[in-house]
Structures are given as structure tokens and as C-alpha cells.
């Protein structure tokens, strides 16, 4: 052992200075240090609760408004532009009543619609072919749970992630669902969707009208908004660029373009 490393060892309190001699065989087994040692809770324990969970917290009047209706309402409509939390808050609900057991499964959905570009046809199964446009809710669901444990609840079927192609026919009881970028599904793709709705389950809808990849006319989001702003049980959650969280100039560039 060099005389660095019986330094440090010395300096770490692992072994009784005065005791310590290189020339004894036993010296070469080390004590467990006493109060020494460093600890994760610091030099005192102050008891604070660990866990891997964020809590969640509103940023602005209007994600206060939509996580009180996510709470509330079976069925919410969540509007507004990008980077106001739609997608994440809703997506943080939905693992929040899964791991409290409210709901047996979380299935989020949302329209394979290319963004202004073709992208031609890709290789491989139906999930590699997908995964390009499914990408985003894989992102938010491992910034709440870590990948492992993602890919335990997909193989256990606790997780679901599907086009909107493949929803139609099904009815989702208890069930926490997220329809994403709904901006980019047809008044009777909306129809559709919404009619899947079953007992114990909740509905979350997120989209903005303003940022479309259809064509002109064929989005039918803001329709069954305004349609759906007259019912007491469903609650539509308009955000403004005040509610936006992400770079200052995000609500800047919105502003103007």
C-alpha cells in the first residue's frame, strides 16, 4: 500500500491512526468507518422524504385551471400553444393515478401526420415505423418514470402507445387516456376518439389549432372545442402565451409569427 493511499485512508477515518502499522497483517483489515464517512442525508438527518416522483406544480393561472379539471372532469380539452405544458402535465396525471392504482392502464395516442415534410417509407415493423412520430410521449413518460420501468409496464401492458389508426372499435375502461396533438385529427377522427371513452376513465385532449399539418379547413379541433364549451361535465382549458414555460423567446416568436 503506498504511503498516499494509507494517507487518505487515514484522513477518512477507516482505520484507528495510532493503531495503523503496515509492518502487522492486521492492519490490513479495514473497520467500517464511524462517523466519518460521508452520508447521502448530510451531516444531520433532517428526515426529508426521498423519491423519484416529481410533484407536480402549476407554473401559470392557466396550468392551475387545467390540472383542477384533470382532477375533476372525465373529459378535458386542453388548447393552447406550444410549450404550455399541455402534453406533459397530462401525461404527469396519468402516471400520478396509475402508480395511486385510480386507473389499470395509461394509453396515449396521437395521429401519425408528417410535420410539412414526406418522409418516404421506413424500414422495419409497425413499431419501428411508428416510433418517429411517438417519439415525444416516450420522451415525457421517462422524464416521469425511468426507461426501465417504462418498458416493464409496456411489456406488462399497464402502457399503452398507439396511432390513432388503430383505436378505432375499442372501448377504454379504466383507463387514463391522452389524445396528443390533436390538432392534427379530423372532425371525424375527434369523433372517433372521444366515443372510446369508458367507465372509471379519464380523457385528456391536447392539441393547438394554430399549428395544424393538415390542410386548411380539415382539422376538426377547434369545432369540437366550441362545440363542447356549452357541457358542464367537460372541461375545455384554453392557455394563452402567458401560461407558456419554455425559453422567453418561444412566447416572443409566437407572438409574431
Not at 68 to 73: H, N
Not at 226 to 232: G, Q, S
Not at 233 to 243: F, G, K, P, S, T
Request: hydrophobic share 40%; net charge neutral; charged share 25%.
Amino acid at each position: 500500500m503506498t504511503k498516499r493511499a494509507v494517507k487518505r485512508i487515514v484522513r477518512e477515518g477507516a482505520y484507528d491512526a495510532p493503531r495503523y502499522d503496515a509492518r502487522h497483517e492486521d492492519s490490513k483489515v479495514r473497520r467500517l468507518p464511524v462517523g466519518g464517512g460521508w452520508s447521502p442525508l448530510g451531516s444531520n438527518d433532517d428526515g426529508r422524504e426521498q423519491g423519484y416522483l416529481k410533484t407536480i406544480k402549476p407554473k401559470s393561472e392557466g396550468q392551475g385551471r387545467l390540472i383542477a379539471a384533470m382532477d375533476e372532469k372525465n373529459l378535458v380539452m386542453a388548447l393552447g400553444p406550444a410549450g404550455t405544458g399541455k402534453t406533459y402535465l397530462a401525461i404527469a396525471k396519468a402516471v400520478e393515478a396509475l402508480e395511486a392504482g385510480k386507473v389499470g392502464r395509461i394509453v396515449l395516442s396521437r395521429p401519425a401526420v408528417e410535420a410539412g415534410e414526406s418522409i418516404g417509407f421506413l424500414p422495419g415493423d409497425m413499431e419501428d415505423k411508428l416510433a418517429p412520430y411517438l417519439r415525444p410521449l416516450y420522451d415525457a413518460l421517462s422524464d416521469r418514470l425511468s426507461m426501465k420501468r417504462v418498458r416493464s409496464f409496456m411489456a406488462e401492458g399497464a402502457i399503452e402507445i398507439a396511432p390513432v389508426g388503430y383505436m378505432r372499435g375499442r372501448t377504454l375502461n379504466n383507463a387514463f387516456v391522452v389524445i396528443d396533438e390533436a390538432q392534427n385529427c379530423t372532425y371525424v377522427q375527434l369523433k372517433m376518439l372521444l366515443t372510446r371513452l369508458g367507465w372509471n376513465s379519464t380523457m385528456v385532449v391536447t392539441g393547438d389549432p394554430q399549428q395544424s399539418d393538415l390542410l386548411p379547413g380539415i382539422s376538426g379541433l377547434a369545432d369540437v372545442a366550441d362545440r363542447f364549451e356549452a357541457l358542464n361535465n367537460i372541461a375545455v382549458v384554453r392557455l394563452a402565451e402567458a401560461d407558456i414555460v419554455r425559453h422567453p423567446l418561444v412566447a416572443e416568436m409566437l407572438h409574431v409569427l
